[in-house]
C-alpha cells in the first residue's frame, strides 16, 4: 500500500526532471532500490502504470536496480553482506559498526527525447 | 534520446518538509519522538505511562496516526494531555506534510516532548521523517524475539527499542537474550529499555532516559 505515495513521488521526480530538460517524452527512468528499504518493485510497477497515463513518462521504462544490504564490522573493518538471522561479521563475529548499503531510494537518471 | 542525470532522492520533498518540522519544532524546544511498531505493540500505553511517570516534570503533547477512528486520541485526551488525531484514511504510515499540518493546531510552547504515534506498521513508516529528533520502536513480547531480524530496515534505523509487555515472558515463548542478541547486532549503538506498560515496571528508567534528551531541547 505505502507504494501508492512512494511512486507519486517518484513521478514527481521524473516529471520535473523532465521539464527542466524540456522533453516531450520520458523513455527511461532508472531507479535504484536499497533491500532495507522494503519497497517491492510490482507495486511500484502497477501504481507507476496507473499514475503515469497522461503524463509525458506514460509507457516508459522503468529500471530497477536493487542494492543489497552491506555492513561494516566495528571490529576488523570487513565488509559483509548480513546472512538471514545472523547480522553478526562472518570473519570475526564481531558486531556492526555501520550500514554502508541498503537504504538507498533514489532516480540515479531519466532518458528523456 | 539523452540521458538526463537526476540523481534526487525518491523522497525528498518528505524529506525537506521534515527539515522544516524539525526546525519549528526546535524554535520552541519541543523534543519530537517518532513512535513506531505493530499494531497492538503499545505505543498508546507507553505514551501514557511515560506520561503518568514525569508527572508534569516534562509536558507532553501527542500526535495520533491511525488509518481511522479517534479511540487513542481519546484516551490520551482524558489525560488533559493536547492531542491532534490524524486519520490516514488508508495509508500505512505518516508523512512529514500530514504532521506540519497537526503541528500548526498544537500549543507548541507549552510542549517539551512531542510524541508522535505512528500508523501501527514496522515497514514503510521508517522510510518517512517527519522531523522528529529520537526514533522510536516498540516491540513487544508476544510478537517474538526474532522481530529484529525480520524487520531490518526499521530495528537498524531506530535510536531506541522499548520491549514491552515484559511481564508476559514467563507463559509465552520469548527469549529476552535472544531478542538483546537480536537488537545488539543489528544496531549496537541502539538503546534498549524492557517495560511493561500493565506493571509499569521499567517504565521509570526509560522515562529518565528521554527525559534527559528534553533538556538539552
Known amino acids: 500500500m505505502h507504494e501508492l505515495s512512494v511512486t507519486e513521488q517518484l513521478l514527481d521526480v521524473t516529471l520535473e526532471h523532465a521539464e527542466n530538460a524540456m522533453a516531450s517524452r520520458v523513455l527511461r527512468i532508472d531507479l535504484v532500490i536499497g533491500d532495507l528499504t522494503g519497497f517491492m518493485e510490482e507495486s511500484i510497477r502497477f501504481y507507476f502504470d496507473i499514475l503515469s497515463e497522461g503524463t509525458k513518462a506514460q509507457n516508459a521504462l522503468l529500471k530497477i536496480a536493487r542494492v543489497p544490504v552491506r555492513a561494516r564490522c566495528g571490529e576488523c573493518r570487513t565488509e559483509f553482506t548480513p546472512g538471514e538471522g545472523n547480522w553478526r561479521c562472518p570473519l570475526c563475529q564481531g558486531p556492526l559498526k555501520e550500514i554502508i548499503n541498503g537504504r538507498e531510494f533514489y532516480v540515479e537518471s531519466i532518458e528523456v527525447e | ?217
Not at chain 2, 526546535?26 to 505493540?41: C, E, I
Not at chain 2, 494531555?81 to 512529514?96: D, F, M, R, S
Not at chain 2, 532516559?209 to 538539552?216: D, F, M
Open chain 2, 1 to 217: 534520446m539523452r540521458k538526463v542525470e537526476v540523481i534526487t532522492q525518491v523522497l525528498n520533498a518528505n524529506d525537506l518538509t521534515a527539515r522544516e518540522n524539525r526546525a519549528l519544532l526546535k524554535d520552541h524546544h519541543v523534543l519530537g519522538v517518532n513512535l513506531m511498531a505493530s499494531p497492538g505493540a503499545g505505543k498508546t500505553s507507553l505514551i501514557l505511562q511515560t506520561a503518568q511517570t514525569w508527572a508534569g516534570r516534562y509536558r507532553v503533547g501527542v500526535i495520533e496516526g491511525d488509518v481511522a477512528s479517534r479511540i487513542d486520541a481519546d484516551r490520551v485526551a482524558s489525560r488533559d494531555i493536547p492531542v491532534v488525531q490524524i486519520n490516514t484514511g488508508g495509508e500505512c504510515h505518516l508523512e512529514a506534510l500530514t504532521v506540519q499540518r497537526a503541528l500548526k493546531t498544537l500549543p507548541l510552547d507549552e510542549i517539551d516532548i512531542l510524541f508522535i504515534e505512528n500508523v501501527g506498521n514496522l515497514i514503510c513508516p521508517v522510510q518517512f521523517q517527519l522531523g522528529e529528533e529520537v526514533r522510536v520502536v516498540v516491540a513487544s513480547v508476544p510478537e517474538g524475539d526474532d522481530k529484529p531480524y525480520k524487520y531490518p530496515g526499521i530495528f537498524t534505523a531506530v535510536h531506541v527499542v522499548v520491549l514491552n509487555k515484559i511481564d508476559l515472558a514467563p507463559y509465552v515463548d520469548f527469549g529476552l537474550d535472544a531478542m538483546r542478541q537480536g537488537v545488539s547486532s543489528l544496531n549496537p549503538g541502539a538503546e534498549l529499555f524492557e517495560v511493561s506498560c500493565r506493571t509499569g515496571e521499567g517504565v521509570a528508567k526509560w522515562a529518565k532516559w528521554l527525559g534527559s534528551l528534553a533538556r538539552s531541547q
